[in-house]
Protein backbone atom coordinates (compact mmCIF):
# COMPACT_ATOMS: atom_id res chain seq x y z
CA UNK A 1 0.00 0.00 0.00
CA UNK A 2 1.48 3.52 -0.97
CA UNK A 3 2.35 5.51 2.15
CA UNK A 4 1.14 9.20 2.79
CA UNK A 5 3.92 11.48 2.64
CA UNK A 6 1.59 14.54 3.38
CA UNK A 7 1.02 14.36 7.39
CA UNK A 8 -2.53 16.00 7.16
CA UNK A 9 -3.00 19.07 9.58
CA UNK A 10 -6.73 19.66 10.32
CA UNK A 11 -6.01 23.25 10.80
CA UNK A 12 -5.45 23.65 7.34
CA UNK A 13 -8.36 23.50 6.36
CA UNK A 14 -9.99 25.91 8.63
CA UNK A 15 -7.22 28.13 8.24
CA UNK A 16 -7.72 27.96 4.32
CA UNK A 17 -11.67 28.43 4.50
CA UNK A 18 -11.82 31.43 6.95
CA UNK A 19 -8.83 33.03 4.60
CA UNK A 20 -11.18 32.76 1.35
CA UNK A 21 -14.37 34.08 3.42
CA UNK A 22 -13.00 36.87 5.13
CA UNK A 23 -12.08 39.48 2.63
CA UNK A 24 -14.95 38.57 0.22
CA UNK A 25 -18.58 39.13 0.94
CA UNK A 26 -20.05 38.70 -2.94
CA UNK A 27 -22.43 35.50 -3.22
CA UNK A 28 -20.13 34.78 -6.14
CA UNK A 29 -17.10 34.40 -4.26
CA UNK A 30 -18.68 32.51 -0.84
CA UNK A 31 -19.71 30.41 -3.77
CA UNK A 32 -16.32 29.73 -4.64
CA UNK A 33 -15.05 29.15 -1.01
CA UNK A 34 -18.03 26.49 -0.60
CA UNK A 35 -16.79 25.08 -3.46
CA UNK A 36 -13.14 25.17 -2.24
CA UNK A 37 -14.85 24.13 0.96
CA UNK A 38 -15.79 20.99 0.08
CA UNK A 39 -13.09 20.00 -2.16
CA UNK A 40 -11.30 20.04 0.53
CA UNK A 41 -13.44 17.96 2.52
CA UNK A 42 -12.85 15.09 -0.40
CA UNK A 43 -9.00 15.69 -0.32
CA UNK A 44 -9.54 15.46 3.63
CA UNK A 45 -11.41 12.07 3.25
CA UNK A 46 -8.84 10.73 0.45
CA UNK A 47 -6.39 11.13 3.18
CA UNK A 48 -8.39 9.15 6.11
CA UNK A 49 -8.95 6.46 3.68
CA UNK A 50 -5.40 6.44 2.08
CA UNK A 51 -3.89 6.08 5.75
CA UNK A 52 -0.89 5.23 7.20
CA UNK A 53 1.99 3.10 6.26
CA UNK A 54 0.53 0.47 8.17
CA UNK A 55 3.11 -2.35 7.50
CA UNK A 56 5.74 -0.04 8.81
CA UNK A 57 3.65 1.13 11.65
CA UNK A 58 3.21 -2.92 12.81
CA UNK A 59 6.70 -3.30 12.30
CA UNK A 60 7.46 -0.46 14.84
CA UNK A 61 5.54 -1.67 17.08
CA UNK A 62 6.35 -4.69 17.03
CA UNK A 63 10.23 -3.84 17.47
CA UNK A 64 9.37 -1.45 20.06
CA UNK A 65 7.00 -3.53 21.94
CA UNK A 66 7.47 -7.25 21.21
CA UNK A 67 8.81 -8.94 23.30
CA UNK A 68 10.81 -12.53 22.57
CA UNK A 69 10.15 -15.01 25.16
CA UNK A 70 11.86 -17.91 22.94
CA UNK A 71 13.23 -19.12 19.83
CA UNK A 72 9.70 -19.48 18.70
CA UNK A 73 7.52 -17.41 20.92
CA UNK A 74 6.91 -13.50 20.42
CA UNK A 75 4.68 -11.88 23.05
CA UNK A 76 2.70 -8.56 21.55
CA UNK A 77 0.98 -8.32 24.29
CA UNK A 78 1.76 -4.54 24.55
CA UNK A 79 -0.66 -3.40 21.50
CA UNK A 80 -2.52 -6.47 20.48
CA UNK A 81 -2.63 -9.58 22.59
CA UNK A 82 -4.02 -7.97 25.96
CA UNK A 83 -3.30 -4.14 25.74
CA UNK A 84 -4.90 -3.12 22.56
CA UNK A 85 -3.98 -0.22 19.90
CA UNK A 86 -7.38 1.13 18.56
CA UNK A 87 -5.43 3.28 15.85
CA UNK A 88 -2.76 0.58 15.03
CA UNK A 89 -6.09 -1.81 14.61
CA UNK A 90 -7.48 0.80 12.56
CA UNK A 91 -4.21 1.14 9.96
CA UNK A 92 -4.61 -3.28 10.27
CA UNK A 93 -8.07 -3.44 9.25
CA UNK A 94 -7.58 -0.48 6.05
CA UNK A 95 -4.73 -2.58 5.07
CA UNK A 96 -6.81 -5.81 5.05
CA UNK A 97 -9.37 -4.08 3.33
CA UNK A 98 -7.31 -3.23 0.59
CA UNK A 99 -5.90 -6.22 0.30
CA UNK A 100 -9.09 -7.84 -0.36
CA UNK A 101 -11.75 -5.43 -1.63
CA UNK A 102 -12.07 -7.18 -4.74
CA UNK A 103 -13.38 -10.21 -3.18
CA UNK A 104 -16.67 -9.98 -2.89
CA UNK A 105 -15.85 -10.30 0.81
CA UNK A 106 -19.47 -11.11 2.84
CA UNK A 107 -18.33 -12.86 6.39
CA UNK A 108 -15.11 -12.38 8.90
CA UNK A 109 -14.18 -15.27 10.31
CA UNK A 110 -11.76 -15.16 12.80
CA UNK A 111 -11.12 -17.12 16.47
CA UNK A 112 -11.36 -15.48 20.62
CA UNK A 113 -9.79 -13.57 21.69
CA UNK A 114 -7.08 -12.22 20.27
CA UNK A 115 -8.32 -12.02 16.31
CA UNK A 116 -11.08 -10.30 17.20
CA UNK A 117 -9.13 -6.73 17.07
CA UNK A 118 -7.65 -6.68 13.55
CA UNK A 119 -10.87 -8.74 12.15
CA UNK A 120 -13.04 -5.93 13.87
CA UNK A 121 -11.37 -3.36 11.74
CA UNK A 122 -11.35 -5.37 8.72
CA UNK A 123 -14.86 -5.74 9.00
CA UNK A 124 -16.04 -2.21 9.32
CA UNK A 125 -13.81 -1.00 6.56
CA UNK A 126 -15.42 -4.11 4.23
CA UNK A 127 -18.85 -3.48 5.84
CA UNK A 128 -19.67 -6.79 6.76
CA UNK A 129 -20.22 -8.73 9.85
CA UNK A 130 -17.35 -10.24 11.53
CA UNK A 131 -18.00 -13.97 13.08
CA UNK A 132 -15.83 -15.63 16.10
CA UNK A 133 -15.27 -18.95 16.48
CA UNK A 134 -15.72 -19.89 20.45
CA UNK A 135 -13.37 -21.80 22.15
CA UNK A 136 -15.45 -23.13 25.19
CA UNK A 137 -19.22 -24.18 25.13
CA UNK A 138 -21.60 -22.24 25.68
CA UNK A 139 -24.93 -22.49 27.11
CA UNK A 140 -26.93 -20.56 24.60
CA UNK A 141 -25.04 -21.99 21.81
CA UNK A 142 -26.03 -25.77 21.14
CA UNK A 143 -27.86 -26.44 18.11
CA UNK A 144 -26.63 -25.93 14.48
CA UNK A 145 -23.15 -25.99 15.14
CA UNK A 146 -19.81 -26.17 13.11
CA UNK A 147 -17.15 -27.61 14.72
CA UNK A 148 -13.20 -28.20 14.50
CA UNK A 149 -10.95 -29.42 16.80
CA UNK A 150 -7.42 -26.72 17.23
CA UNK A 151 -4.37 -27.29 19.47
CA UNK A 152 -3.49 -24.29 20.63
CA UNK A 153 0.78 -23.17 20.24
CA UNK A 154 0.77 -20.98 22.83
CA UNK A 155 -1.51 -22.96 25.36
CA UNK A 156 -0.40 -26.59 24.34
CA UNK A 157 -4.08 -27.38 24.63
CA UNK A 158 -7.02 -28.88 22.42
CA UNK A 159 -10.05 -27.13 22.02
CA UNK A 160 -13.28 -27.55 20.42
CA UNK A 161 -14.20 -24.22 18.49
CA UNK A 162 -17.21 -24.18 17.42
CA UNK A 163 -19.46 -21.70 14.84
CA UNK A 164 -23.38 -21.40 15.15
CA UNK A 165 -24.79 -22.52 11.48
CA UNK A 166 -26.91 -19.42 12.05
CA UNK A 167 -23.93 -16.83 11.13
CA UNK A 168 -22.26 -18.82 8.48
CA UNK A 169 -24.28 -19.30 5.25
CA UNK A 170 -23.28 -21.35 2.46
CA UNK A 171 -23.29 -18.56 0.09
CA UNK A 172 -20.96 -16.42 2.18
CA UNK A 173 -17.59 -15.14 0.78
CA UNK A 174 -15.30 -15.40 4.13
CA UNK A 175 -12.28 -13.74 4.91
CA UNK A 176 -10.05 -15.81 8.07
CA UNK A 177 -8.50 -13.10 9.98
CA UNK A 178 -6.01 -13.80 12.73
CA UNK A 179 -3.13 -12.35 14.94
CA UNK A 180 -1.02 -15.40 14.30
CA UNK A 181 -0.24 -17.33 12.18
CA UNK A 182 2.30 -19.83 13.30
CA UNK A 183 2.02 -24.12 12.82
CA UNK A 184 -1.46 -22.85 10.67
CA UNK A 185 -3.64 -24.87 13.63
CA UNK A 186 -6.02 -22.21 14.17
CA UNK A 187 -6.35 -21.50 10.57
CA UNK A 188 -6.94 -25.25 10.03
CA UNK A 189 -9.64 -25.68 12.32
CA UNK A 190 -11.32 -22.04 10.93
CA UNK A 191 -10.93 -23.43 7.56
CA UNK A 192 -12.78 -26.48 7.90
CA UNK A 193 -15.61 -24.58 9.22
CA UNK A 194 -15.97 -22.46 6.04
CA UNK A 195 -16.05 -25.97 4.28
CA UNK A 196 -18.62 -27.45 6.47
CA UNK A 197 -20.85 -24.55 5.99
CA UNK A 198 -20.22 -24.86 2.17
CA UNK A 199 -19.03 -20.84 2.26
CA UNK A 200 -16.49 -20.30 -0.11
CA UNK A 201 -13.34 -19.55 1.31
CA UNK A 202 -11.50 -15.89 -0.20
CA UNK A 203 -8.07 -15.70 1.75
CA UNK A 204 -6.64 -16.16 5.38
CA UNK A 205 -5.21 -12.53 7.04
CA UNK A 206 -2.62 -12.85 9.62
CA UNK A 207 -1.21 -9.75 11.25
CA UNK A 208 2.18 -11.50 11.79
CA UNK A 209 2.98 -14.87 10.36
CA UNK A 210 6.11 -16.73 11.76
CA UNK A 211 7.52 -17.70 8.63
CA UNK A 212 10.05 -20.45 10.10
CA UNK A 213 7.27 -22.63 11.49
CA UNK A 214 5.08 -24.51 8.91
CA UNK A 215 1.36 -22.71 9.07
CA UNK A 216 2.05 -20.69 5.74
CA UNK A 217 3.06 -22.61 3.83
CA UNK A 218 0.55 -25.88 4.48
CA UNK A 219 -2.21 -23.61 3.74
CA UNK A 220 -0.31 -21.76 0.50
CA UNK A 221 0.45 -25.59 -0.54
CA UNK A 222 -3.51 -25.99 -0.74
CA UNK A 223 -4.12 -22.97 -2.67
CA UNK A 224 -4.72 -20.90 -0.04
CA UNK A 225 -4.36 -17.14 -0.34
CA UNK A 226 -2.40 -16.06 2.63
CA UNK A 227 -1.72 -12.59 3.29
CA UNK A 228 0.08 -11.71 6.31
CA UNK A 229 1.26 -7.92 6.98
CA UNK A 230 4.48 -8.72 9.03
CA UNK A 231 6.48 -11.92 7.90
CA UNK A 232 8.93 -13.05 10.91
CA UNK A 233 12.09 -15.31 9.66
CA UNK A 234 13.70 -15.50 12.68
CA UNK A 235 13.13 -15.00 16.98
CA UNK A 236 16.70 -16.25 16.98
CA UNK A 237 19.39 -14.73 19.84
CA UNK A 238 16.23 -12.33 21.32
CA UNK A 239 16.28 -10.93 18.05
CA UNK A 240 13.54 -10.26 15.33
CA UNK A 241 14.28 -10.96 11.80
CA UNK A 242 11.62 -9.68 9.03
CA UNK A 243 11.20 -11.11 5.51
CA UNK A 244 11.77 -8.72 3.09
CA UNK A 245 9.24 -7.80 1.07
P1 LIG B 1 -1.18 -21.83 15.01
O1 LIG B 1 -2.54 -22.38 15.20
O2 LIG B 1 -0.96 -21.21 13.66
O3 LIG B 1 -0.10 -22.83 15.37
O4 LIG B 1 -1.02 -20.67 16.08
C1 LIG B 1 -1.77 -19.52 15.94
C2 LIG B 1 -2.43 -19.15 17.23
O5 LIG B 1 -1.57 -19.34 18.34
C3 LIG B 1 -2.81 -17.70 17.17
O6 LIG B 1 -4.22 -17.61 17.27
C4 LIG B 1 -2.13 -17.07 18.37
O7 LIG B 1 -3.11 -16.70 19.32
C5 LIG B 1 -1.23 -18.12 18.96
N1 LIG B 1 0.21 -17.88 18.70
C6 LIG B 1 1.03 -18.61 17.93
N2 LIG B 1 2.29 -18.19 17.99
C7 LIG B 1 2.28 -17.12 18.82
C8 LIG B 1 3.31 -16.23 19.28
O8 LIG B 1 4.50 -16.32 18.95
N3 LIG B 1 2.90 -15.25 20.11
C9 LIG B 1 1.61 -15.09 20.50
N4 LIG B 1 1.33 -14.08 21.31
N5 LIG B 1 0.62 -15.91 20.09
C10 LIG B 1 0.95 -16.93 19.26
Redesign the pocket.
Known amino acids: MKSTRIKYNPYWDCIIVLFFRQPFSSKTLLFHSDVFELFLLKIRLEILLEGKDSVKLLKQAIMEKGRVLSN ?5 DAFL ?1 HQIDPELMQEIGKEFTERFKDEGISKILT ?1 ES ?2 IAPAMMAGLYLGVPVVFARKRKSLTLVDGLFTAK ?1 H ?3 KKETNEISVSSEYLLAGDVVLII ?10 RGLVDIVKQANATLAGVGNVIE ?1 GF ?1 A ?1 GDLLREQGIRVESLAIIDSLENNQITFREE
Open positions: DVLKVNISGVSFTDDFLANGQAAKQG
